[in-house]
């Protein structure tokens, strides 16, 4: 296939936490009715409503969560598409799903809600995030095993594009004279109000052993008494506090950028797993800290004028540790227009771009080196938006 | 002055709903010292910073929040940002308010947060909005008086110019090739999110009276037992379910755009007051689903190379319910390059921007007629930009 993973194992841990999953995806077009009270349902062999799947996972505390997400994630999206996909072949959803309108005034409440097609694949992508949350929680339970993993799935259906993420691995559109970022991260830091928040509705979730309070540095006993920077669950800016003693404990949110924890413990706020993580050594629960809902974004493939060597980059964290947006489409620009006869370029040019984090190719400039698991998709978006249009 | 406010009253209610107010903003810079373990404060008698302040409040039920909103938010304000001056007059705000550091690396750390000046005039906004809504509060109860209403306040500081909004007015820049919303609005429409994710969190604030969920229209009778278009907190798309009793109950948030009512009852989602404010003939409280603190933008005005005729125009939504942005900017451009002679043109600009919405000038097209109470400020920058800049 044009879309193989490249996956390098930092030997960080002793199994590689990074999985990948991609492959077709098949939605079943079903035919309903309604025959005296019952509602009967066939499906139409051969009727497909066809689209393409990539995901990548990043494990924490173990792969457990990670193989079971690449397992799981894209057969719960299939059920949630099919169970819309009336509303997705039409041209706007209907009111009611497999039934005529009770009221003749409903496609146009559609109409003043703005409800679009595309609206019912990021529903069912939310959805999906959660089921699959939810199968990943009673299989870890039963089989005894632990860990977490981050998220983000891309999927091409009817020339849109849709990226899904939860957690801080990121995608990013590269064209000749575009960077466009199709996700954005997210942590402890860019969802510290949403955390913070929850720390002041439920206080009890601290068990007294953190503060929600969020200072540039940790305090110290020297500070006793003296007026800090401090922001609370409500601010944006910052202001200043006198420093009383319940603000010397741990912070619920402590670092900068890469370093910054939840609780101690998490660098990321998203995801799927988790279910069992305790603060070490304590009750402390990480989960209701962490949504599994993923920020989608869409991407209308049928606006772009694909030219050839369009491709969306997606990769955990391991390679944007090293490199950003734009040494990446550096890279990408340089790679392809001199392998245009070879026909697995994007995979060789996936394969360059983990070598590139492992200071083996110049073309970074300075050679830093990932030490964590990379991961990396090409998707050439070309072909894609000729492929997954129709149905 | 220049600044004066236009208001004009709809007479749809009694008394004038909408209030204003503006000034100078005198923040007194004060010594601290500490001696003998005993802290010390002295004023310095003539030594401000100064800056401006222009407040709308547009009130419900009743006119008494907004008259105490118009008589107390910039005491709030000018207190919030005594209490940090000594951080707005340094080139970046110190880890310890009126003290050395207790750390050698304390600015390292406010650095790497990104902590500059105008995060606590931010900070002091968010600050005093809620101070003023607990002094609103106390203040109602103590005079048997009930009411609310939005905020929105421009404060120009230090060469840059804030915007603090809780409601649905709003505030714009005009330039002569640029139109640039300085604020958003705040409805149950675009808040929906946070205020589902509230009622999901404590359902007990619905008491059994409403349904927390979205659907397209209010479902009846005939809709039980079929698939509807519907979505959560936790969705930014839209999914199907089967309709249950409880979904036919009145929705959390009905209606679109301007005609959507957060529990049947308010078009606004943030603001100061209505702590009584419950839904009729119940005692569900609207207050718990408001929020006082505003969001905030800043404009740098040392960056614009500011024109004579560049203005910020900040109105409440009757304006802006007839007047789109463009049409708002087209009257601008049109009015003050004729008027250069007059001193007073930019209080007659925003006196002929409320005639506008009441259909006596032709400038608009179609006429349209605003039935709310209108109050407009235009505020010129170019003088603003020089005035406040230093201490």
Request: hydrophobic residues 40%; contains cysteine; aromatic residues 6%.
């Amino acid at each position: 296939s044009h879309f193989r993973v490249w996956i390098i194992n930092a030997e960080k841990s002793e199994f590689n936490e990074d999985q990948a999953a991609c492959g077709k995806l098949c939605i079943r077009r079903c035919e309903f009715g309604v025959e005296e009270d019952q509602e009967w349902l066939s499906l139409c062999p051969g009727e497909f409503l066809t689209g393409h799947y990539w995901a990548l996972f990043d494990g924490h505390g173990g792969p457990a969560a990670a193989i079971l997400a690449a397992n799981t994630l894209h057969s719960c999206l299939r059920r949630q598409l099919e169970a819309v996909v009336e509303g997705l072949v039409a041209t706007q959803p209907p009111m009611h799903l497999s039934g005529c309108c009770v009221c003749t005034s409903d496609p146009q409440f559609v109409e003043e809600k703005g409800i679009r097609t595309e609206d019912l694949v990021i529903g069912a992508l939310e959805n999906a995030f959660q089921e699959c949350d939810d199968v990943i929680g009673r299989e870890l339970e039963a089989s005894g095993q632990v860990g977490g993993c981050t998220a983000l799935v891309a999927v091409s259906l009817q020339g849109k594009l849709y990226v899904a993420n939860a957690g801080d691995s990121r995608a990013i559109l590269v064209r000749r004279d575009e960077i466009r970022p199709l996700s954005s991260e997210l942590t402890p830091e860019t969802e510290r109000q949403r955390i913070q928040q929850l720390a002041f509705v439920y206080p009890e979730l601290l068990a007294g052993e953190f503060t929600r309070l969020e200072f540039p540095r940790r305090l110290k006993g020297d500070d006793l008494g003296q007026k800090v920077l401090f922001r609370d669950h409500h601010m944006n800016g910052w202001s200043y506090k006198r420093v009383e003693k319940p603000d010397l404990k741990y912070p619920l949110i402590h670092g900068q950028g890469r370093q910054a924890r939840l609780l101690g413990t998490l660098a990321v706020s998203r995801g799927l797993g988790d279910h069992q993580l305790r603060v070490l050594d304590t009750n402390i629960q990480l989960k209701p800290f962490l949504l599994s809902v993923p920020q989608v974004t869409v991407l209308d493939m049928d606006q772009l004028t694909l030219q050839e060597e369009d491709v969306v980059v997606m990769a955990t964290d391991g390679l944007w540790d090293v490199l950003s947006n734009e040494q990446v489409a550096r890279l990408v620009r340089s790679f392809l227009p001199g392998n245009r006869e070879d026909p697995h370029r994007f995979s060789e040019l996936a394969k360059m771009l983990i070598h590139s984090t492992q200071g083996k190719d110049s073309a970074t400039g300075d050679g830093q080196v990932s030490y964590d698991d990379v991961s990396v998709f090409v998707i050439p978006l070309f072909s894609q938006g000729r492929a997954d249009r129709g149905h």
